[in-house]
């Protein structure tokens, strides 16, 4: 997956840093360098955040903040839709109108091959990842040179909710007819047609189908079957990528996603995120794929049918000997534009966040922590979702990181939306953007 870095360092004098390593041992917190003094100075940050499933659990873990730190942490929540925009425009007219920007995976490799993310590792002098954050395929690591996260890279932000897909099914229904948890996306079509034939559920299977402008929707839901496959949309040759969407294993893999959305609604385009969960809160559906962030709502009393009926896990493989989810993580940076002092206190922010405490916290209200060493035991009724999305994790591949992703996902949502529909032929739809993927690649300098 491709990925960057890049700007300027902002150096604490000697007297600082002399300062924050007595502060750190004096505190026992290996790896967490002290604050340069003008952070205390800053009594207010600004958090750009999403309107997400799992926002009332950010805003619970933050909630202490200000008691700790004294400083006020002040949300801004925007659709899915606008946040791109809105951290772009902030960017570009140098308007310094949040302290903290929040990115979805697509985004990451533009904001960081651009330079308007500021590496934490360049905030805050002698920075290091905590071992036990979790890292989803280099995610926060990024090397300026190869435009890629790699092991090793700058850290440019932390991963807030580590969301992977999960696949859900209705346990009670699965013991009734005396089915199987699928380890295959074809034993979970066959698991499906059974339920439906039997008259226990009118949907065998729910996913989104419907695709987005300005993010991923279908193709993030599609890239659980296609990596499930041994596919991908590149494959690296040298410094280039070549196109590898047209491949027999990606056209399997198209072929299994329209067959799953087959068995949902007849017009799969049209549904999205909140139908799926809504479909299977109604007790209509009898399984699906979709992100770990969204699954609380199936355990919530006041909006669901199926509170403790539900089982989750993995999702299925295809071809493969084992399940390869794709990664949907969110990670919080700072942006370049802000002044040095905001610039650390926004950083202090985001390390408090990813401690392990808070992350208890953030877990306890259903957000999906992303740290190895969280006890999710005490979670209730959400602990087998917490403990699927453990397990999925290790497992992960990234999305699409591409720094070309906005453009790329301009020609791919809707092509794969109209696979998924039924609405083209697949070799032929795979052919067409393959083509597109290759220009794609050439104008950003990744191809020969």
């Known amino acids: 997956m491709i990925k960057q870095t890049e700007t300027a360092r902002l150096p604490l004098s000697r007297r600082q840093v002399l300062k924050g390593i007595a502060a750190a041992g004096a505190a026992g917190v290996a790896g967490l360098p002290a604050w340069g003094a003008t952070a205390a100075e800053v009594r207010e940050l600004i958090v750009l955040t999403g309107t997400t499933p799992w926002l009332p659990a950010y805003q619970k873990a933050a909630a202490a903040y200000e008691a700790e730190k004294g400083v006020k942490i002040t949300f801004r929540p925007f659709p899915y839709g606008g946040m791109r925009t809105q951290m772009t425009n902030a960017i570009q007219s140098k308007n310094a109108a949040f302290d903290i920007f929040q990115l979805d995976e697509p985004w990451t490799g533009q904001f960081y091959d651009n330079g308007w993310i500021k590496p934490i590792d360049e905030i805050i002098e002698g920075y290091a990842l905590d071992p036990n954050i979790l890292t989803y395929d280099n995610l926060p690591l990024w090397d300026r040179q190869q435009r890629l996260g790699v092991a090793g890279g700058q850290v440019m932000g932390l991963p807030i909710n580590g969301n992977v897909d999960l696949f859900v099914y209705r346990k009670d229904i699965y013991d009734k007819l005396g089915l199987q948890v699928p380890r295959t996306w074809d034993e979970a079509i066959e698991n499906g047609k ?189 602990r087998p979702i917490m403990e699927a999305a453990r397990d999925s994790a290790p497992l992960a591949r990234g999305s699409i990181r591409y720094v070309f992703a906005a453009q790329m996902l301009e020609a791919v949502e809707p092509v794969i939306g109209q696979i998924g529909s039924g609405e083209v032929e697949v070799a032929a739809a795979l052919d067409g953007l393959q083509a597109k993927l290759a220009d794609i690649a050439k104008a950003s300098g990744f191809a020969k």
């Open 194 to 382: 059974k339920a439906v034939e039997a008259g226990e559920v009118r949907y065998g299977y729910v996913t989104r189908g419907q695709p987005t402008t300005g993010g991923q929707s279908v193709s993030y839901e599609f890239m659980h079957v296609l990596y499930g496959f041994g596919a991908d949309w590149f494959t690296v040759d040298g410094g280039s990528l070549v196109p590898a969407i047209n491949s027999e294993a990606a056209k399997a893999a198209a072929t299994t996603f329209r067959r799953l959305l087959e068995l949902g609604p007849s017009r799969p385009q049209t549904v999205g995120q909140a139908d799926c969960i809504a479909l299977m809160q109604s007790g209509q559906a009898l399984q699906g794929h979709f992100v770990a962030a969204g699954m609380p709502q199936l355990e919530d009393e006041s909006r669901s049918s199926v509170v403790g009926k539900c089982g989750y896990a993995v999702v299925p493989a295809g071809s493969l000997d084992q399940p390869v989810p794709a990664s949907g993580v969110w990670s919080l940076c700072v942006p370049a534009g802000q002044a040095p002092e905001r610039q650390r206190a926004a950083a202090e922010f985001i390390v408090w966040m990813l401690e392990k405490k808070q992350q208890e916290v953030f877990a306890g209200a259903g957000g999906i922590p992303t740290r190895k060493d969280i006890d999710v035991s005490g979670a209730g009724a959400l």
